[in-house]
């Protein structure tokens, strides 16, 4: 039985060279490929951006550190799962970011003052015995 090397793997698309990149945000994450060569286009699990997030709200805040960048023409191909809509659309910007400091490392300052680096380790707080929810317990009653 043989194992195929996934080291050996070419990080090549039709349209060239890519970086890598995974950006996590509570139970979301994201593997982010970021492709140079291209015409701007976003693909979120095989969707395009504005179909996968219509809201504007999370387009800007995946969009923001192309932005910040000047890259606004890369290809992005996005596989992300777990949590919520907002939570996806940060773990994207987180891997988006990440990849562009793959790309240049001069970039990692100006993201890193925005905030685009800063992974956000918040996940939900576990049920406790005895209590309805993590903190919530039982209305008291006198009977």
Not at 41 to 64: C, F, R, W
Request: net charge positive; glycine share 8%; with cysteine.
């Amino acid at each position: 039985m043989e194992k195929t090397a996934t080291k050996n793997k070419e990080n090549t698309k039709e349209s060239g060279k890519y970086f890598f990149a995974i950006g996590r945000r509570k139970c979301s994450i994201a593997r982010v490929k970021l492709f140079l060569k291209g015409k701007g286009e976003i693909m979120i699990n095989g969707k395009k951006s504005t179909d996968y997030l219509p809201d504007y709200v999370l387009q800007e805040i995946i969009h923001a550190p192309l932005k910040l960048a000047n890259l606004e023409k890369a290809d992005i191909i996005v596989s992300t799962n777990g949590g919520g809509k907002t939570g996806q659309a940060e773990a994207i910007r987180l891997g988006i970011s990440r990849a562009l400091v793959l790309l240049d490392k001069e970039l990692r300052k100006t993201l890193k003052v925005a905030g685009f680096l800063k992974r956000d380790p918040r996940i939900k707080e576990r049920k406790k015995p005895g209590l309805k929810r993590a903190r919530r317990a039982p209305q008291w009653q006198k009977r």
